[in-house]
């Protein structure tokens, strides 16, 4: 099963520089998408069924702000769109389908830069997550998490950690954060296939062209918990796909 992941800035922005005929090409058996910016029920038939798929979304809470859908080449066995926590199922992050025996969250987790009520939002939604996706693992299921993070967990995982160190997105309570989610079992699928590998980012600044230089972030992942590690096959990033300003990433894990 091959799982792939992208943060786009907007569907509708993304379907206009060809996020329709990527997915013709590449044709995951999942396509996880964050900040759609769009409420399904403003959408077409032809963008919820983009490809022939069938998609699974949060509504929308806020105008052209957050949201996640999930596309399935098969459907979905069962589906929702919320991570049973009222504080933080208002601002469409999260979308948990059902394919095969794995349960997969599309997650689009909170930015912290915005002010110190958002950091310690986006902590506290770390905290919640992490409980829920343990409790669902100690059930007896597999679980397969991946999104958009917005946290660089270590120095490799970002161009210039030095200059950021004091920026949300590479803070010490933050990383910390992604250091808990390991202790607990949950495994970065990229960094665990390739330890050393150096420039290898997926969110890159627009505003100072960034990416033509690739002065990036590592800030998408796929997670697996090792209980589950050994379906893993194959994990990767696919820089060189362009549309918005992070770029896919995927996840081979044997069903």
Known sequence: ???????????RASIAKGLGNWLQATRPDVLCLQETKADPRSLTEGVLNLGGYQSYWTPLRRKGYAGVATYCLQPAATWCSE???A?????GRVVVTDVGDVSLYNVYFPNGKASPERLAYKLDFYRAFLDRVDSVVQSGR???????????HNAID???????????????DERAWLDRWAEHGWVDTFRYLHPDTRDAY????????????????RLDYCYVHNRYLD?????????????????????????
Do not use: Y
Not at 159 to 169: I, K, Q, T
Not at 240 to 252: K, M, Q
């Open 158 to 172: 970002l161009a210039r950690p030095a200059v950021n160190a004091r920026v949300s997105g590479f803070l010490p």
């Open 142 to 152: 597999c679980v397969v998490f991946c999104g958009d993070v917005n946290t660089a």
């Open 202 to 217: 997926t969110w890159w600044d627009m505003k100072t062209g960034a990416r033509a230089r690739n002065v990036g972030w």
């Open 231 to 255: 379906r893993l096959q194959g994990a990767g990033i696919a820089a060189d796909v362009t549309g918005s300003d992070h770029c896919p990433i995927w996840l081979d894990l044997a069903e």
């Open 1 to 11: 099963m091959r799982i792939h992941s992208w943060n786009v800035n907007g569907i």
């Open 87 to 91: 504080k933080f199922d208002d601002e």
């Open 83 to 85: 991570l049973a926590a």
